[in-house]
């Protein structure tokens, strides 16, 4: 069975339908990059899936929890389903530790003494171990967008989700946060990233959407999406985005 | 009968300052209390609750807190209900506090970005996790200066008390001029001791809002 199975869902903020009718498989292991404008509904599909926004039809099942139910446990559901911002999202008042280790004892019950060995261990995935008793506002913006996705590690998500996490960062940094993605799609993560770099796009990625007006316009797998569009639409995006 | 002022005198008022701060700590423990609550329905997701506390804030911001002493003062006593001064100046400085602490916390509670929710439920934590655990310790820190202001407001304040017979530190203060006919060297006294115990919290306030500007 799929590990994200979208039906039908739509999604309207007042009369804006912002998905219209998406469709979408996800399977265990696969590494889907979802690109296009701003305002195709390409932030609000990951939002979706991990609950942040509710969709008013359709079914959107994540690992086995119905996620569209109003009554859906939503707390099981979001310890798998590891999230990362744009902005990074770092609570500035507590340590890297503490960020890190905060959902692991709270929501899954481990002591302090065991997530802090967790937290150690996801901080050494993104490389960034001695910033342990770090805050925020002492890391310069890659660095907290590493620390973010440690954070989501150590809770051992099953379905990483990732909103356009480059895109607040200066250009020198974009390289070393793309570099721990590409780390954790060889430990074979599955991963669905709303993105804007292209050639890490088609790299990383075994299949590309592209999104246009609240529906998935046009997929496939990245190095025929990239080489042969199909539709017009998509042939415009690539070609502003590419040149 | 008039007396001469004497040494006892600056010990008469340091103790009545004593009752200026109890009424000031009980006015801030109701006041704290209520003022959660407040704080609690300005800023959440239902529109009546949220109109509720703005109504309150409104009309407690609205009317001078020496009305609020009187209402309760000479009000409670004609549905039978005799107060004693210091009861009535607690709940009037408490439903005053209520309306100022309400209002800074609320603030503070809605100056957190709307991403550190989203952050702290896409981990799992319920609501009432996040604000403990994300929410309310960051909103703590930005609460504390104006807070601290308010306090040293209310601890100037509660000389109104005087006017309902409570005996705090004005009180004594004017009890004590009138034996003495000294006005100029008592209340002198009365100003600083007023001082003594406002200036330091004043000093604290500007360093915690130093420090809250500085970092994190």
Redesign the interface.
């Known amino acids: 069975m799929a590990l994200v199975e979208l039906r039908s869902v739509v999604k309207r903020f007042g009369d804006h339908v912002v998905l219209n009718n998406v469709d979408l498989s996800v399977q265990k292991g696969e590494i889907i990059a979802i690109i296009g404008r701003s305002g195709s509904g390409k932030s609000t599909l990951l939002r979706c899936i991990n609950g942040l926004e509710p969709v008013q039809s359709g079914e959107v099942l994540v690992d086995g929890v119905a996620v569209h139910d109003p009554k859906a446990d939503l707390r099981k559901l979001r310890a798998r389903v590891g999230f990362v911002f744009q902005s990074f999202n770092l609570f500035p008042h507590l340590t890297v530790e503490r960020n890190i280790t905060l959902a692991p004892t709270i929501v899954k019950g481990l002591e302090r003494d065991k997530a802090a060995v967790l937290a150690r261990e996801a901080l050494k995935r993104v490389g960034l171990e001695e910033k342990l008793h770090a805050y925020a506002d002492q890391l310069s913006g890659g660095q907290q967008q590493r620390v973010a996705i440690a954070r989501s590690l150590a809770m051992s998500p099953t379905i990483m989700l990732f909103d356009e996490i480059t895109s607040a960062l200066d250009p020198e940094l974009v390289g070393e946060v793309l570099r721990v993605l590409e780390n954790m799609a060889r430990e074979g993560m599955t991963m669905l990233l709303v993105t804007h770099e292209m050639n890490f796009a088609r790299r990383v990625a075994n299949r590309v959407l592209f999104m246009n007006q609240g529906t998935i316009w046009e997929q496939g797998p990245a190095a025929e999406f990239f080489q042969s569009p199909k539709t017009d639409e998509l042939r415009n995006f690539l070609g502003s985005v590419l040149n | 009968m008039i007396r001469e002022l004497s040494w006892v005198d600056p010990l008469y008022l340091i103790f009545a300052l004593r009752w200026t701060v109890a009424i000031t700590l009980l006015a801030l423990a109701g006041g704290a209390s209520l003022g959660l609550v407040v704080a609690a329905c300005g800023s959440s997701g239902n529109a009546a609750s949220r109109l509720a506390a703005r109504a309150y804030v409104g009309l407690v911001q609205g009317i001078p807190l020496l009305a609020w002493l009187f209402l309760f003062f000479f009000g409670f006593p004609i549905f039978g209900i005799d107060v004693p001064g210091w009861l009535a100046a607690t709940v009037a400085f408490s439903v005053y506090s209520a309306g100022f602490l309400g209002e800074i916390w609320r603030g503070a509670l809605l100056s957190i970005p709307k991403?550190?929710w989203?952050?702290?439920?896409?981990?799992?934590?319920?609501y009432l996790?996040q604000l403990r655990?994300?929410i309310i310790?960051?909103a703590v820190?930005i609460a504390t200066p104006p807070t601290v202001g308010f306090i040293v407001q209310l601890i100037k304040n509660t000389s109104l008390a005087s006017v309902i017979g409570f005996v705090e530190l004005t009180r004594e203060g004017q009890m004590t001029a009138a034996a003495t006919l000294a006005p100029l060297p008592v209340y002198l006294m009365v100003g600083a001791l007023y001082f003594a115990l406002c200036y330091p919290l004043t000093t604290y306030s500007r360093f915690l809002e130093r420090r809250l500007h500085g970092?994190?």
């Open positions: 991403t550190q989203e952050a702290s439920a896409s981990m799992g934590l319920s996790e655990y994300v310790p960051q820190r970092a994190r």
